[in-house]
């Protein structure tokens, strides 16, 4: 539980709902992302929901689901621009299902693209999943596409439904980027404005180096004006899919829950901070990479990580976090950790660091705008408390939160929850005032591109880089 330090001012936040939307009777799971209509029009927020939790292909996890996945675009009062049902044939999970959006035509205004499935009667058929286009502004369908299916049909639940969609720029050229596979084999296939193939890569499962991760940011990590796709320590340029490095290639084949850009203002040049799933005796489980793949350090020698962030504080410490546990558990009834244990770095340098609040379920916004994080309990199955960095409540967002960042118009970054009974709200600080630090946070390209990786991918705290 969060302890409330002695002598720290009055809570500086003054959290409200500042919009709210009642989108279904019952929602079991809700992913959201950030979206743009164009110049002259307000920011979007884009939503997927279901009234089942979310069903991962893993076997131990998969349920049958009640209820379709829907797709919703939001103003920023809330309002519903449009929405729609995908119908029986999408299994409702992020994996089967990402949603992707992206000016990838580059009339300024973003178009949607998700994995549909053409077969309503058999919502695992490979062969009928489509990359398919929405229009931005009426959600109306302008394209579809075979989904690629470059493994065997018997590869298995786990590695046959863990899709990606993302993109990115190549010297101003847009990028769209899908991808298939996390554990094993993994397939990339880059595309071009007119959806024309660009360019393909293939990972084996015997090839040497880290597989993926569930997290894929985009960003010019090198600062040539070519973007890179962090694929978990694999480093691959949008340009051609060329692996440029592969962290800890020689020693490390396992998946990573996290691969995190960090920005460093002082010497401007980015840095790469992984925690890692599986292979769990490899040493380290944790570990913070330069822009070139090299290791700067490295830390804790077994075990399961799992939901890591960064964060910056308002006393100028850039801080890692890492959770090891024994065991975690999902079905229709949520997601369940088991024997956790918490570790905080010195993002710089790997020394070991506390917070007086306990870390698990914590992601990272800065809600009144000083450029250093506030936190929320915020990953399904917390209560949706807000705290400061010194563990003081600053009020409650009462559910779960699929999106944080600066999604509105207006001061600070926000929080999107929803709670089980269909209620979403936008939650802000009506006293934010946004400091000349967190502006530079907003303005790097990083930060609004990577916002609207919320729906492909877990990528719910990754804005916290910069
Ligand atoms: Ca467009
Ligand atoms: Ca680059
Ligand atoms: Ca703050």
Redesign the pocket.
């Known amino acids: 539980m969060p302890t409330k330090s002695r002598g720290v001012a009055a809570p500086a936040v003054d959290l409200q709902p500042v919009a709210a939307v009642n989108l279904a009777p019952a929602l079991g799971q809700c992913r959201a992302a950030a979206a743009c209509l164009g110049p002259s029009l307000p920011r979007a927020i884009l939503l997927t929901h279901a009234a089942d939790f979310d069903v991962d292909p893993y076997i131990n996890m998969f349920f049958f689901p009640t209820d379709t996945l829907k797709i919703a675009l939001l103003d920023e009062q809330a309002h519903v621009v449009w929405q729609k049902d995908l119908g029986r044939g999408v299994v409702p999970g992020m994996w089967f299902c990402p949603v992707y959006p992206f000016d990838l035509d580059g009339d300024g205004v973003d178009e949607i693209y998700y994995v549909d499935n053409v077969d309503p009667q058999h919502p695992l058929s490979l062969d009928n999943y489509r990359l398919t286009r929405l229009d931005g502004l009426s959600g109306q369908v302008t394209g579809q596409w075979p989904w690629p299916r470059r493994g065997s049909l018997d590869r298995g639940l786990s590695q046959s439904y863990r899709n990606f969609i993302l993109g990115g720029y190549v010297r101003g050229q847009r990028v769209l980027v899908t991808a298939q596979g996390t554990y094993t084999d993994m397939y990339l296939q880059g595309w071009n404005p007119d959806l024309t193939p660009r360019w393909e890569i293939n990972i084996p499962v015997d090839s040497p180096g880290a597989r993926g991760s569930h997290m894929c940011p985009v960003l ?5 004006g ?3 796709l962090l694929w978990g320590e694999r480093c691959l340029s949008l340009a051609d899919g060329r692996e440029k490095w592969c962290a800890d290639r020689d020693t490390y084949r396992g998946h990573s829950d996290v691969i995190q850009p960090i920005f460093d203002e002082e010497s401007s040049r980015w840095f790469v901070y992984a925690i890692r799933e599986s292979a769990y005796d490899v040493a380290p489980r944790v570990a913070l990479y330069d822009d070139q793949g090299r290791r700067i350090w490295g830390q804790v020698d077994k075990g399961h990580m799992d939901m890591g962030w960064t964060a910056r504080l308002d006393d100028g410490r850039r801080l890692v976090m890492a959770i090891r546990i024994s065991g975690k558990t999902c079905g229709p009834d949520g997601r369940f950790h088991s024997d956790r244990e918490e570790f905080l770095f010195d993002a710089r340098t790997g020394a070991p660091a506390t917070l007086p609040f306990d870390l698990y379920q914590t992601m990272p916004v800065d809600l009144n705008g000083d450029g250093g994080h506030e936190f929320v309990r915020g990953i399904p199955g917390a209560n949706g408390q807000v705290i400061d960095r010194h563990g003081q409540a600053l009020g409650s967002v009462d559910g779960t939160v699929p999106l944080v960042g600066k999604f509105l118009h207006r001061p600070g970054e926000q929080i999107l929850s929803y709670r089980k009974d269909g209620l979403i709200r936008f939650w802000a600080d009506r006293r934010a005032q946004d400091s000349p630090a967190a502006q530079r946070r907003y303005a790097h390209p990083f930060y609004a591109h990577n916002l609207r990786a919320g729906i492909s991918g877990s990528n719910y705290a990754v804005v916290a880089g910069v």
């Not at 010019?220 to 040539?224: E, M, S």
């Open positions: 010019d990590l090198d600062g040539d070519v973007d890179e």
